[in-house]
């Protein structure tokens, strides 16, 4: 039961994350340790699932979904973006530093562990380092890009949910900057807090549909590709953190005490996370 909370948790901090421009909640299940086991079951809804759906076999479909971490997972995602999707937006209005600072500390904390792993045993040091600095002037562009404003058409809004999802599972790339990016942000958010439901159910539709496609993709860089695919995804990290700096603007020095503390606070949360679940994974190994 504790393993459903955790999942449920993990969720609502992801959903929490792909309402704010600027923040993955792939970077949030990084953080958490449950990235490979996000990218397998997405996975699961594969080629024969989908045979099975369309030849009613439905509980042998049900039964290839990981429901255990799935559903708890979902559940987390879905009440966070349905419940905090109104605060965030008043929050990024006006407070949009003290929200930076904070996910600013923790991307800088999650890099480092990251980069410690893509230096463990890599036999491609080189092309790791080029692939790191792609990854992070490629995030920085998408960064200072200059937003477009697409129209609200039917197209458009799956279009919206396909791309805005594949960057949601990339760590460093924010799904809800690029729906900033393409001018379909507000008018999402406003969708889900007026619960309109023609429109989120197609941008849900593209969202689906980019997920199935995408994290096949992702999955199979980290199989065959993984040190490098790594060094990219941490370069993606590294770019964020220019659009997520907080000290932009004059501020008062209580205010940058302020901003100062909960970049520490994000930066302790991913080194405390990973020293209990190494801590927890010697044990289980010390035990068998």
């Known amino acids: 039961m504790h393993e459903k909370i955790r999942y449920f948790l993990c969720g609502f901090l992801m959903g929490i994350a792909d309402t704010i421009p600027g923040v993955s909640g792939g970077t949030i299940a990084f953080i958490t340790g449950i990235y490979g086991k996000l990218l397998a079951t997405i996975k699961s809804a594969d080629k024969e699932f989908f045979q099975y759906i369309f030849t ?3 509980k042998k479909a049900f039964n290839k979904i990981p ?3 799935a559903l708890p997972l979902l559940l987390g995602i879905g009440l966070a973006i349905s419940t905090l999707a109104h605060f965030m937006v008043i929050l990024l209005e006006k407070h949009a530093d003290i929200v930076w600072a904070f996910f600013f500390g923790l991307i800088f904390s999650s890099l480092l562990i990251l980069l410690k792993e893509v230096k463990s045993s890599n036999p491609h040091k080189i092309i790791s380092s080029l692939f790191f600095i792609i990854g992070a002037f490629f995030s920085i562009y998408i960064s200072f890009a200059n937003p477009i404003q697409l129209s609200h058409t039917y197209p458009i809004i799956f279009f919206s949910g396909f791309i805005a999802i594949c960057a949601m599972i990339l760590p460093g790339i924010s799904g809800a900057f690029i729906l900033v990016l393409i001018g379909q942000y507000h008018y999402i958010l406003e969708a889900v807090t007026t619960f309109n439901l023609p429109v989120i159910s197609l941008f849900l539709l593209g969202c689906l549909c980019g997920i199935l496609s995408f994290a096949h993709i992702l999955s199979a860089c980290l199989n065959h590709f993984y040190h490098i695919s790594l060094a990219f995804l941490s370069g993606i990290l590294a770019g964020s953190l ?9 501020q008062t020095i209580i205010h940058q005490t302020i901003l100062t503390a909960l970049i520490i606070l994000g930066i302790l949360i991913p080194l405390i996370l990973h020293y209990i679940g190494n801590k927890m994974y010697t044990q289980k190994i010390e035990e068998k």
């Open 242 to 250: 220019v659009m997520l700096f907080p000290y932009k603007t004059e």
């Open 56 to 58: 009613l076999k439905l």
């Open 67 to 69: 429901w255990g971490f």
